[in-house]
């Protein structure tokens, strides 16, 4: 019988699966700082091509400067005059541009602008208060709207080894090497040393005027004297009145009153506006960007305020490097309470106008200061921190009512020296015209002629 064997089942080969695979992705080999490498790269040039801007429009050639503005600024500075001013004794005169409306008067009233600002700000006031039986002078300050914003100075320098050296090779180059041997053979002294000591010159250099509260004393004392001003009704704006505090302390004798307009401890410009390059460039260089910043700090609506001139005039021929030279300067510990309660400020009539309108805070600021000012008479007005043309007649009836309200001011004619040129001319007009013209009559001064016609030249060429 045969054996029969079961064999084993074999198990089916079941097939062989490969391993799944995800599919590859693409590997992220960014580099994590490059975006802020672009980015730092982005923001260098557009810095760079704002401060090239910048520096394109302050070295601008003045009279391509003067011909680009429009012109309603054009007319201002046509109808103004230029005085010269020493903001130090030991620096070279300057340019002030000077603002003027009304005959002349026994009231003369100066107004004193703010940082930022220029006289052409003032120029409705200033028409308005002439129209009132005021003379009224606004200014420039210096290294604001028309005055000079810089200087040219002088300075010694030392041009260095380098330069010394390139001399020195030139001469080798031109004489031989071995001629310095025979120099010193001949002389006992060694050429080039001398060469390299004498590399010592004079290097003109621009710079921006630096205005503060003893350079702005200096400046308000010469204009009231050369314009005849004194005694004078100050009319100080915003920062004014702490740049020029201790001046009117020092001579009260020439101001007869002090309004003061919206005059904080801080100015309404914002103080960094004008000290960060690129905001700077990014607010002087678009008129909207101005005028954003201008409705922040200073005007809810600027109807009636040009924010085109004003931004023009702040940012052509280093005007923003000296508006913020002066922000730097001011005095932020100056104290009102105290200034007004000083021997030589007692004495003197002061009134404060002040934003009714702008906010909360700053009504409570000009509390504030009426407190420390308790004989000072305050009075709201309809505007902002700056001024506006519809604003204009409003400050004008208020300056012109507060003045009118004070006893007249004396003023004394003081007779000058008339000059031998003078004289000789007056004589030849009189040895053609008869002589008739030589007697005195019932004690008349015979030189009464003589000084009539002296000062009607003179007054021609101040006035």
């Known amino acids: 019988m045969a054996i029969i064997t079961e064999e084993p089942e074999q198990e089916p080969q079941q097939p062989i699966q490969k391993p799944k695979t995800s599919p590859t992705k693409p590997q992220n080999n960014a580099n994590p700082f490059t975006f802020w490498f672009y980015l730092t790269v982005s923001v260098s040039l557009v810095t760079l091509i704002f401060i090239a801007l910048s520096s394109l429009s302050s070295n601008q050639d003045p009279k391509q ?6 012109s309603s600024l054009r007319r201002h500075y046509s109808s103004g005059r230029i005085i010269k001013v020493q903001t130090s004794p030991h620096r070279p005169p300057i340019e002030l541009f000077t603002f003027q409306n009304g005959a002349k ?12 600002l220029s006289s052409f700000s003032f120029r409705g006031m200033v028409e ?49 090497i071995f001629w310095a041997f025979d120099q010193i053979v001949a002389t006992g002294q060694i050429p080039y040393e001398e060469i390299m000591q004498s590399r010592v010159l004079e290097r003109k250099f621009v710079k921006v005027i630096e205005l503060g509260s003893e350079e702005l004393g200096r400046v308000l004392g010469q204009v009231i004297q050369t314009m005849n001003l004194a005694p004078v009704h100050l009319v100080l704006h915003d920062s004014a009145l702490s740049m020029s505090a201790n001046w009117v302390a020092e001579n009260s004798g020439l101001v007869k009153s002090i309004t ?3 005059t904080g401890l801080k100015p309404a410009l914002p103080s960094l506006v004008l000290d960060l390059p690129l905001v700077r460039e990014l607010l002087l260089g678009f008129s909207l960007a101005y005028e954003r910043l201008i409705r922040f700090c200073c005007l809810k609506a600027v109807g009636g305020f040009d924010v085109g ?22 005095n932020y510990s100056f104290d009102i309470g105290e200034w007004g309660g000083s021997d030589a400020i007692k004495g003197l009539p002061i009134q404060l106008l002040w934003s009714s309108g702008w906010s909360k805070e700053w009504s409570e600021e000009g509390r504030r200061v009426a407190d420390a000012l308790s004989r000072a008479r305050f009075v709201e007005h309809s505007g902002g921190r700056w001024p506006q043309e519809h604003t204009a007649d409003e400050l004008a009836e208020n300056i ?22 003078i004289k000789m001319m007056f004589e030849e007009a ?6 008739h013209h030589h007697h005195s009559h019932g004690g008349h001064d015979h030189n009464h002629g003589l000084r009539y016609v002296y000062f009607e030249i003179v007054s021609s060429v101040i006035i």
């Open 400 to 421: 012109a009512e507060f003045v009118s309200s004070l006893p007249k001011s004396h003023r004394q004619t003081v007779e000058e020296p008339i000059p031998e040129h």
């Open 430 to 435: 009189q040895a053609g015209g008869g002589d």
């Open 105 to 116: 008067s026994t009231e003369n009233v100066l107004i004193v602008h703010g940082l930022g």
């Open 260 to 262: 003061l307009v919206d």
């Open 65 to 70: 400067w003067f011909l680009s503005l429009p």
């Open 128 to 176: 308005s208060l002439g129209s009132k039986g005021v003379r009224v002078v606004a200014v420039d300050l210096p290294g604001s709207g028309f005055s000079d914003r810089s200087t040219v100075e002088v300075a010694e320098r030392s041009d260095g080894v380098f330069v010394g050296l390139r001399d020195v090779y030139g001469l080798i180059q031109e004489k031989g």
């Open 309 to 330: 001139a004003s931004r023009l005039l702040l940012k052509g021929r280093d005007g923003s490097r000296a508006v913020a030279e002066m922000r730097r300067r001011l």
